[in-house]
């Protein structure tokens, strides 16, 4: 009694961002309820019983403001408003209120670092040299002979300027052409965006990922980059990678931003999970602030580009528990709107023992849409292609990002239920919805689906999984991993098997525990001896 007592009281005091799980919406994909084959904010409203009902806590739903989608979505052209083919600000609202009502908190995505080209700010800019907004932007004279300013390029290639013939000048974009940088150095954008965040706040939501969190503030002189002979990144970005993107990205003056950033939400009780493409952990973490006053947490993308094995993925583990500042909360990420699917990129067997992982490690997690049914990334035909960088760059399928953004899937039926079967969905569904979709996996006990709900019911039943201390268990098989997670009341140890076949464990840290959950779903099997049989590709949680 007194136990359960005290782990509601710490519930309590413990932020919501600390102790829940976020998913994260495209929600062009998600559910159209109009039926013009695009998500909407309605088809969302329609679909938050189901996220209630799998267990999330909060809800990060990727831009859905006025664009003119050059990326996305991620373009933006008015930072306070909803695309009308979305909804509007009414349904935003009636979404807040339905979800928060059902105990679902509301992140919005928040993309400081540029507009689109069509937004006000930025025609206005681009009128004239003596634009008062002139300086909204980052404006430059050629180099003699008329290049570019610097050496700066998009991570698809190309370089990051583009020349505007009314006044003769460059301007910067990080991204795409029509995704003009704003500049940070001038106070009048930074007020003009803290006041899109109170907008925001003002409306209801719980918190905010802000977009290229690592970039809006550029190198002053906007020096050249250095060439780089390092490590290329996951993904081979091409002359992106040849250079260290030290003055384009990661500038120090990021951290006053957020720091005067940061008062503003706490007055609001909301959070910022911050888009930060760094893999240098201590320079990760310099993101939380020096005293905690900056980020509430830099996602962490460690397990999302990890080489799929029990030493890499304990090696990246145990480095962000080390790197973290006292006090820092961590937080965990298998898959995005910008990254090929896990059960794609690592195998369906596999991609339920990552998503006990996921669920099981201390730290927040934010699971993609579709993860929870072991979605795999649709082929896209050539014709039907709608990523700019995929589109700018035909011959490199691996930069289409649209595998991973296709529609949810709800039943069996044509257009698996996200848009009328007549309706042509703005991506194509997919051939493998037969057994992947919600209708489903909801009647079959051993579903994907069935294992993400029992996991996150263990994780809310069981403190220790989600605000417990992590310590890794040695003395097990090179293809296997084991953590503890503990409380002074309660712990919980997780097994997990990368290997393809069965391997055996004993560990007295399993003695007289039972399995909680395992990823086959058909198991409860107490350990007297501490002794376990994993299957292939088998995790266990144990609990007490
Ligand atoms: C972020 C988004 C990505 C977008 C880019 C430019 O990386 O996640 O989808 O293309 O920013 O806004
Ligand atoms: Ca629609």
Redesign the pocket.
């Known amino acids: 009694m007194v136990e359960s007592h005290n782990a509601r009281v710490r519930n309590d005091l413990t932020p919501w961002w600390k102790h829940g799980t976020i998913y994260q919406i495209y929600p062009r994909s998600y559910q159209d309820d109009n039926g013009d084959g695009i998500g909407d904010l309605a088809g969302i409203v329609k679909r938050l019983d189901y996220i209630a009902w799998l267990g999330i806590d909060a809800i990060w739903i990727s831009p859905f403001y006025p664009s003119p989608l050059a ?2 979505g ?1 373009d933006v052209s008015n930072f306070v408003d909803v695309d009308p083919r979305l909804g509007d600000l009414a349904t935003f609202d009636a979404l807040v209120e339905r979800a928060h009502g059902l105990g679902i908190r509301v992140v919005v995505d928040i ?1 400081p ?2 507009s689109s080209d069509e937004h006000p700010w930025f025609i206005e800019s681009r009128s004239s040299r003596e634009s008062p907004k002139r300086d909204w932007y980052v404006w430059r004279d050629p180099r003699p002979g008329g290049s570019p300013p610097n050496n700066w390029i998009c991570i698809w290639g190309g370089s990051t300027w583009t020349f505007d013939e009314r006044t003769g000048q460059y301007y910067l974009h990080l ?1 795409h052409e029509k ?1 003009p940088d704003l500049n940070w150095r001038n106070r009048a954008v930074q007020q003009a965006m803290f006041d899109v965040f109170r907008f925001w706040l003002d409306r209801g939501v719980d918190g905010f990922r802000i ?2 969190a690592h970039a809006i503030m550029k190198d002053p002189e906007l020096r050249d980059n250095p060439p780089s002979t390092g490590p290329r990144s996951h993904r081979d970005f091409g002359d992106f990678d040849r250079q260290l993107h030290v003055h384009d990205r990661g500038h120090p003056d990021l951290h006053r931003v957020y720091r005067e950033l940061r008062p503003i939400l706490d007055a609001h009780g909301a959070m910022a999970i911050g ?1 930060i493409h760094e893999y240098d952990w201590t320079r990760w973490a310099s993101y939380y602030g020096m005293d905690l006053d900056e980020l509430h947490m830099p996602f962490n993308f460690g397990l999302l580009t990890a080489q799929w094995n029990a030493r890499s993925v304990r090696e990246i583990v145990d480095s962000i528990e080390r790197a973290l500042p006292k006090g820092a909360w961590p937080n965990w990420v298998l898959g995005n ?2 990254e090929p699917r896990i059960a794609s990129r690592i195998g369906d067997a596999p991609a339920r023992v990552a998503m006990m992982l996921l669920l099981t490690l201390r730290g927040t997690p934010t699971l993609y849409y579709g993860d929870e049914l072991g979605m795999r990334d649709v082929p896209i035909p050539p014709e039907r292609v709608q990523d700019p960088w995929a589109l700018m760059n035909p011959d490199k399928p691996a930069f289409n990002r649209d595998p991973a953004r296709t529609p949810m899937r709800w039943t069996a039926e044509r257009h698996s239920g996200f848009c009328p079967g007549e309706t042509e969905p703005w991506l194509p569904i997919g051939d493998d919805v037969a057994a992947i979709n919600v209708q489903a996996q909801r009647d079959d006990t051993r579903s994907m689906l069935s294992l993400t709900r029992a996991l996150l019911q263990v994780r809310r039943s069981n403190e220790a999984l989600s605000l417990g201390d992590y310590a890794p268990i040695e003395g097990v098989p090179a293809d296997c991993y084991a953590y503890e997670r503990a409380l002074p009341h309660s712990n919980a140890v997780v097994v997990l098997s990368f290997a393809d076949e069965p391997r055996e464990l004993t560990l007295s840290a399993l003695r007289d525990m039972r399995v909680a959950a395992s990823t086959h779903m058909d198991r409860d099997d107490l350990s007297k001896d501490g002794h376990i049989v994993l299957r292939a590709h088998e995790g266990c949680v144990f609990t007490p």
Request: charged share 30%.
């Open positions: 990326d996305g991620y993309i670092n540029h991204y995704q977009d290229v888009e709107h910008d």
